[in-house]
């Protein structure tokens, strides 16, 4: 079976490895000309690092990531309000990962070339429309650098073209630009000595527009030496009149260094991070309300092209990791593909749905906004019990993860009769 992959980002490349790992024929169709090795931090949970290691990329990705060890959700002024193990150090069978977001970008583009064939990811191809045939789908391409029309016939169309996604647009014409809840992200990446003790991610403020985050993507060469930090400064501004700015504008280090000025955090030297970052950008806060239905017939949708959220309790792209893996499961257990994508649609939409209303109030970070109202530490238990919450909705507590039955299809399960 054919499957038209429209996107080639994180999403889009996990979804071509599923697909073909469960026997299917995925083709990637990305408009970027190139993919490149840019970017700035992602964290994978273990619900996600399961899944790539039951792709076989386990050593593959520990070889470019770091397993933090500890959450630390710490005030304004850097002092612990409350703390959490990560990964194995909690009870997972699988670790967490901090990453370079263009390192793991292309650790997946590699896969991909290597198991589908170097003619697998087609770049330059910007998405325009689809339409049904008889028993399949006919998607419409620009070649960005001929400028002619580009056709692909295929069984299946999977849109996984990200928070701007054409093909949603096309299922839903209606439903307008995507939403922001006032907040800007300032992301940078610097060389700089880890901080606390180098397996830590640290989230330190309140509420959403006032927090600033730090967590190390690689370990240094030499014990004590630098390596690179991800760090988040997050900023509230007002709600501009004329269309918001999603030019993701570069920000100077003048105003970096004017935007961290009122933090004070006693195991970083704010200063010196925003000097060393060799850029800084700036990113709307934006997510998208909850979808009724991401199946149409052959067509569907994964990844933030399905359900964009606001990044509390780090679950966009792991969410997105897991949409690949159940989506290639149902496709091989269902013998009619369209049964197949809402078999899909119905196992991962009120999971995600509920993942991307919760992260509106907070997500887990409640715990620091709510300390912060309070002046201090949370009572006794209320923040165990926050961040319990979160996890059993988004299907992530450690045994939730450690017993769920695998989404890997076996090889020796019978082919479904298109």
Known sequence: MRVSVVGGGIAGLTCALSLHAAGFEPRVSEAARTIEAVGVGINLLPHAVRELAELGLADELAAIAVPPQRLSYRDRAGEPVWEEPLGMAAGYQWPQ??????????????????????????TGRLFQRFEETTGGIRAHFLDRTSGEPWVEEADLLVGS?????????????????????????????APYPHILDGRSIVVAGGTPGAKFVAYP?????????????????????????????RSNRRITPTEALAGLADWDLPWIDLETLAERSSAIYEYPMLDRDPLPRWSFGRVTLLGDAAHPMFPMGMNGGSQSIVDARVLAWCLARERDPVAALRRYDQVRRPTVNAVVRANRDAGPEAITARAA???????????????????????????????????????NAPDPTW
């Open 217 to 245: 993507i690689e370990d240094p060469v030499n014990g004590g030496d630098e390596a690179l930090l991800n760090w988040v400064l997050e900023v509230r501004h007002r709600q501009p009149a004329e269309p918001l700015d």
């Open 373 to 411: 109202e309070r002046g201090g530490t949370l009572p006794d238990g209320q923040a165990e019990k926050i961040a319990n919450r979160y996890k059993k909705l988004a299907q992530a507590t450690v045994a939730q993860v450690n017993t769920h039955p695998s989404w890997t299809v076996p090889r």
């Open 97 to 122: 990962y901090s990453v370079h977001r263009g390192r793991l970008h292309v650790m997946l583009l590699a896969a991909v070339h290597e198991r589908l064939g170097p003619d697998s990811v087609r």
């Open 161 to 189: 073209d990200g928070i701007d996604s054409v093909v949603r647009a096309q299922l839903y014409p209606d439903e307008g630009p995507s939403n922001w809840n006032g907040v800007h992200m300032w992301r940078g990446v």
